[in-house]
């Protein structure tokens, strides 16, 4: 445990100096207090939480981390985004990709300068179809390997939007077959 400390002080002292916080693989199951202590005064452009069993964001997290461009949150355990995420106004690429996310979460469709979205390899089933459509900033959304019902699928295959989406081919249910 003692390890895992030093080496998110260690991170943290790179990023004063980088604006790059690295936190990825530090068995984090939130981002702790002391980091957003250790960073109070310094602009980060971006954070990379990936490889952690993080569950949640704290709300607080866009507030003291609000100027970041990036942020990777990929390979944890996450099924939920906090509104809060909206006031990172210069987000431009957020990976979600590899939680446990089974809905797309309504924040993306909220950060207005988010041009990439990587929610691949997880849950996901079904989207609101009418909030993927409203954003004006998205240039790519990777859906991917993702259990999308077949009607959600279709959507979004012929879905008239400004932005690539990247689907999975999608493989017919056994019960698809079903011809009687």
Do not use: G
């Amino acid at each position: 445990m003692a390890s895992f400390v030093a080496k998110v002080v260690t991170r943290c002292e790179e990023a004063l100096e980088t604006k790059n916080l690295n936190l990825s693989e530090c068995e984090l199951i939130q981002v702790p207090d002391a980091v957003y202590h250790l960073m109070r005064h310094t602009e980060l452009k971006t954070c990379d939480l990936s490889s952690n069993v993080i569950t949640k964001i704290s709300p607080k997290f866009a507030v003291k981390f609000s100027l970041i461009t990036d942020l990777n949150l990929s390979h944890n355990q996450m099924a939920r985004l906090p509104d809060e995420l909206a006031d990172l106004h210069s987000l431009e690429m957020l990976d979600i990709s590899h939680n446990s996310f089974i809905t797309l979460p309504a924040v993306v469709f909220k950060m207005p300068k988010l041009r990439e979205l990587k929610a691949n390899n997880n849950a996901i089933i079904d989207i609101d179809r009418d909030e993927i459509i409203a954003s004006d900033s998205l240039e790519v959304v990777d859906l991917r390997h993702n259990p999308l019902t077949p009607m959600c699928h279709d959507l979004l295959k012929h879905a008239v939007v400004s932005f690539r989406i990247e689907l999975s081919e999608r493989v017919k249910e056994d019960w698809e077959d079903l011809t009687e």
